[in-house]
């Protein structure tokens, strides 16, 4: 698992920068339900609050809207132009992508419409097929992302075909205030990827802001309101988490017995088929072959109908971030993970709910910083010794290894 932060349990790059595909869509003003933007929107790359790159989107008299993403991390980072017409319904017919990509290697990327047929080529892949959904790039900035809302809010039902493969769809979770007038809403954006993608529009629905504390993009003058916005949207992606919980958790104080399933044993590599397994609570009362285990009073009865049924996995290189996304990783079999590297305070807020069943996630092991940011750089022993018994005082014990010889003082 890379080591690179943003959205899913497992953190990989923000979805503007490095997501296997942001859709790069956009319409005619009165298409998509929205006023005709302004010339030219500028917008600030942020990083750890600190300003690190911009964001321009321009759109002329024919429609063509152009839009240039460059920022710097630790000497990486994209610098990108992308050049997308479209037709009267707001279809992308051309899109045209060059420049560097984050890990500042040339790429390049086009798609057209031709004949009825739409065809890509990108760094990863090329294709074609029936014209009939929007193509999804695999490079894309902030915009990119706007665009797809403001496509999606005017589609019917909210939902879109994509191309390559998929389909989106959208919701509205908040509103707040904007300073100096008017409103920003926060809507979550599903299909794109494990975890829902959240962004803000303003009242014309134009892009204000997205991303998360690490990275993120907000309308240049409104740097200042990030923070806020980033409570907001986690308070509300929080609701909805807290939501899908109720709805799917199911308990049955008789016990659980699971029957018909192929047993995997680890100790011995090998499938048991035939294989009932009983559950009460958090314990594993009882294994054996079918018919072996009579089900309690009550219990609930699955039949694994000659499926695999294996222990819980462990995903051993995490960095949990969201409300939703411990839920992806219960569907993916994961039971436990090892975050090994994240915001002290955050981080329990989400870990205790998922204890308490509150929201859906594994058991998670916690280790502190290795590398702290850079606004809290070590500067001598007694700062490591603090930092190492902070740890300790919260239960943590991964991320002691990363200074050893204090750990042992």
Not at 182 to 210: E, K, V
């Amino acid at each position: 698992m890379a080591e690179t932060p943003a959205p899913s349990i497992v953190m990989g790059m923000p979805a503007h920068i490095l997501s296997p595909r942001i859709l790069l869509l956009v319409g005619a003003a009165l298409c998509l339900g929205g006023a005709a933007p302004p010339a030219e929107q500028r917008y600030t790359v942020l990083m750890s609050g600190a300003a690190k790159g911009s964001l321009r989107v321009v759109e002329n008299a024919e429609g063509e809207r152009r839009s240039t993403y460059s920022f710097r991390d630790r000497g990486r980072g994209p610098d990108l132009e992308t050049v997308v017409r479209v037709n009267a319904r707001g279809v992308p017919v051309h899109i045209a992508i060059s420049g560097t990509d984050y890990r500042r290697i040339a790429t390049a990327e086009t798609f057209s419409i031709a004949g009825g047929r739409a065809t890509w080529t990108s760094a990863v892949d090329e294709g074609n097929a029936s014209v009939g959904g929007y193509y999804v790039a695999n490079e894309g900035d902030a915009e990119a992302t706007a665009m797809l809302a403001r496509a999606l809010l005017a589609a019917p039902g909210r939902k879109l075909k994509l191309l390559p493969s998929g389909e989106a769809s959208i919701r509205s979770l908040a509103t707040r205030p904007i300073a100096g007038g008017g409103t920003a809403t926060l809507y979550a954006i599903d299909g794109l990827g494990m975890s829902p993608l959240g962004i803000w529009l303003d009242g014309n629905r134009q892009l204000f802001a997205s991303g998360s504390n690490w990275i993120g993009v907000i309308r240049e003058g409104h740097e200042a309101e990030q923070a806020a916005l980033l409570a907001a949207e986690a308070d509300a992606f929080q609701q909805a988490a807290h939501a899908t919980a109720k709805r799917l958790t199911q308990t049955n104080p008789a016990g659980v017995l699971i029957k018909g399933a192929r047993l995997f044993d680890a100790e011995t590599r090998t499938l048991r088929p035939g294989t009932s397994v009983l559950v009460r609570g958090e314990t594993i009362a009882a294994v054996g072959a079918d018919g072996s285990i009579a089900a309690p009073a009550g219990a609930r009865v699955i039949d694994a109908r000659g499926r695999v049924l294996i222990p819980g996995m462990w995903d051993m290189h995490v960095h949990v971030l969201g409300s939703e996304e411990g839920v992806m990783a219960l569907a993916a079999g994961v039971t436990t993970a090892r975050d090994l590297g994240n915001d002290p305070v955050p981080l329990k807020r989400i870990t205790d709910q998922f204890d308490s069943g509150v929201l859906l996630g594994p058991r998670v092991l916690k280790a502190g910083q290795a590398a702290p940011a850079e606004r809290e750089l070590l500067s001598d022993a007694a700062a490591v010794q603090a930092y190492v018994d902070a740890d300790v005082e919260r239960s943590y014990r991964l991320g002691i290894a990363a200074f050893p010889e204090v750990a042992r003082t």
